[in-house]
């Protein structure tokens, strides 16, 4: 186990025991004091700008500062990691993002999404199947057929690193019509926008990003959104069907945000972020700045959250396994 990881469960430990002291009075003093709101990732990315406008809206509803605060490494651990390490009195919240279904299989951390008290997931981006504009294939039909057909590799693709969230997509939908995990070859990217880069460029067959990942060149006629891997069409990107409707394959992944707390939270003060939380998107600030940048919203309590979490926990799992990365 990692030093990160045993203070984190030490810490959790003694605290939970001090949240317990909470009483449902106390609880609707709170919050009381500022509140920190710890980000995994970086500055300037759709985490962190996501996280921000909750900050602000929350901090209006609630009447106290709530302060962001970057903490990033080791793919998102160290982030993940220090909210699961503070005391569970709600004073430190933080940011769950999609790799905390991931982190654990590939043994870089021992957290998983049951460490932690989940509030509410606010944000949802499922992939995209792209192809660039001079592809020979103009329906994620026409794409599916070409790929069964032909032999391992030939087709190639990107949207992130090897074993990031959109190759796991990819992983996900060859499973789902029942192709070997690698029928098509990925090459590793830096992230979306190079990997668009590279797709036009002739290079790749085609790219399993977010459709607003892909919006700018989508939308600049340079290349085609065939489908998305989600179970409903985005409102935002209407005209793009999803993979049951136009392939008839039932499979949908997202990469996702949603706020949570340490362990061992008192259920009263769960309860009054949680609320907060649904006024937060609920409001027009919120959807306005979510749908002007593409992101997807979409509501969960905290019950519905845990639930989906233990989901996208054994979605990424077979994935993971079916493509080799799992290694706990």
């Given at each position: 186990m990692?030093?990160?990881?045993?203070?984190t469960f030490a810490a959790s430990s003694v605290a939970a025991a001090a949240a317990t002291l909470l009483t449902p009075a106390l609880a609707q003093s709170y919050p009381s004091r500022p509140v920190t709101l710890i980000v995994p990732w970086g500055a300037g990315g759709g985490t962190d700008a996501t996280a921000r406008i909750v900050a602000a809206l929350l901090e209006k509803e609630l009447g106290q500062p709530f302060n962001v605060v970057n903490?990033?490494?080791?793919?998102?651990?160290v982030g993940h990691a220090e909210i699961a390490a503070a005391a569970p009195d709600g004073y430190t919240i933080g940011m769950l993002t999609v790799e905390i279904s991931m982190m654990h299989w590939q043994a870089l951390t021992q957290l998983t999404p049951r460490n932690f008290t989940p509030l509410g997931l606010m944000n949802e981006d499922p992939p995209g199947i792209h192809v660039s504009k001079s592809s020979p294939y103009k329906t994620v039909k026409e794409l599916a057929s070409a790929i069964k057909v032909a032999p391992p590799s030939k087709f190639k693709a990107s949207g992130t690193g090897q074993g990031g969230i959109w190759h796991l997509a990819l992983v996900g939908w060859m499973q789902a019509m029942g192709l070997p995990a690698n029928q098509i070859s990925w090459s590793a990217s830096n992230g979306a926008a190079p990997a668009m880069q590279d797709l036009l460029a002739g290079s790749l067959d085609l790219t399993t990003c977010s459709v607003p990942e892909a919006?700018?060149?989508?939308?600049?006629?340079?290349?085609?959104?065939?489908a998305v891997m989600a179970p409903s069409r985005n409102p935002i990107f209407p005209d793009i069907p999803t993979l049951k409707e136009a392939l008839g394959v039932d499979y949908s992944t997202s990469s996702w945000r949603g706020i949570g707390a340490p362990k061992g939270l008192a259920p009263a003060v769960a309860a009054r972020l949680t609320a907060a939380l649904k006024k937060v998107y609920d409001s027009t600030e919120?959807?306005?700045?979510?749908?002007k940048r593409g992101y997807g919203i979409v509501w969960r309590d905290a019950g519905q959250f845990a639930s989906f979490m233990d989901q996208a926990d054994a979605q990424m799992g077979r994935a993971m396994k079916a493509a080799g990365f799992a290694r706990a």
């Open positions: 990692s030093g990160i990881t045993r203070r903490r990033t490494g080791g793919s998102g651990v919006w700018g060149i989508i939308e600049a006629g340079q290349a085609r959104s065939l919120f959807k306005d700045f979510m749908t």
